[in-house]
T-cell receptor
Framework: DVKVTQSSRYLVKRTGEKVFLECVQD?????MFWYRQDPGLGLRLIYF???????EKGDIPEGYSVSREKKERFSLILESASTNQTSMYLC??????????????FGPGTRLTVT | QKEVEQNSGPLSVPEGAIASLNCTYS??????FFWYRQYSGKSPELIMS????GDKEDGRFTAQLNKASQYVSLLIRDSQPSDSATYLC?????????????FGTGTRLQVTL
């Protein structure tokens, strides 16, 4: 069965704190993704990774960085959290990078509040 | 034009009726499409994928792809209150970013008793 897990369901942080969100998948997928979802704006891609130690910017990478040291784990880092980063953060994974027809599977999401 | 567009709804249908959800897409979007269901406060759950022109059925769900008109639809037969959710349409943007899935903003479905 497809399984993507995220380290926290709910997180409250203060402005300026460094925040780590972790995602783990057990499907041996090559691709992993980080999105944020906000009312009225839909899902927006922050960063994605095709393989270990590889990363590419998505549509809204500013204020974020990522790390992928192992195939199954993809971390999103907020270097200095700000209130406009309050959002639902969703991790997803999919097979391969050469073909664009593979489904993405989502983790349960982390609702981050920055005060 | 947005790459993937959906009517935000809400679409209200009575229990037992057919719900029809529609999505249009731009020339930049390739021919692989996905429907996700998202309950309030939860993450998107994949319910259907369609890659070729025509219909694809899975239980009460039917996905339809019309490449000539650039739309994809999802039909839900015998709608149940548990189908009340937001439905997201998604397709891959090409060329170049082969793995970048782009989502519509979703259609909220309400199934009434």
């Amino acid at each position: 069965d497809v399984k993507v897990t995220q380290s926290s369901r709910y997180l409250v942080k203060r402005t300026g704190e460094k925040v780590f969100l972790e995602c783990v998948q057990d499907m041996d997928h090559e691709n992993m993704f980080w999105y944020r979802q906000d009312p009225g704006l839909g899902l927006r891609l922050i960063y994605f990774s095709y393989d270990v130690k590889m990363k590419e910017k998505g549509d809204i990478p500013e204020g974020y960085s990522v790390s992928r040291e192992k195939k199954e784990r993809f971390s999103l880092i907020l270097e200095s959290a700000s209130t406009n980063q309050t959002s639902m953060y969703l991790c997803a994974s999919s097979l391969r990078r050469a073909y664009n027809s593979y489904e993405q599977y989502f983790g349960p999401g982390t609702r981050l509040t920055v005060t | 034009q947005k790459e993937v567009e959906q009517n935000s709804g809400p679409l209200s249908v009575p229990e037992g009726a057919i719900a029809s959800l529609n999505c249009t897409y731009s020339d930049r979007v390739s021919q692989s499409f996905f429907w996700y269901r998202q309950y309030s406060g939860k993450s998107p759950e994949l319910i259907m994928s369609i890659y070729s022109n025509g219909d694809k059925e899975d239980g009460r769900f039917t996905a339809q792809l019309n490449k000539a008109s650039q739309y994809v639809s999802l039909l839900i037969r015998d709608s149940q209150p548990s189908d009340s959710a937001t439905y997201l349409c998604a397709g891959y943007v090409s060329p170049g970013t082969a793995s970048k899935l782009t989502f519509g903003t979703g259609t909220r479905l309400q199934v009434t008793l």
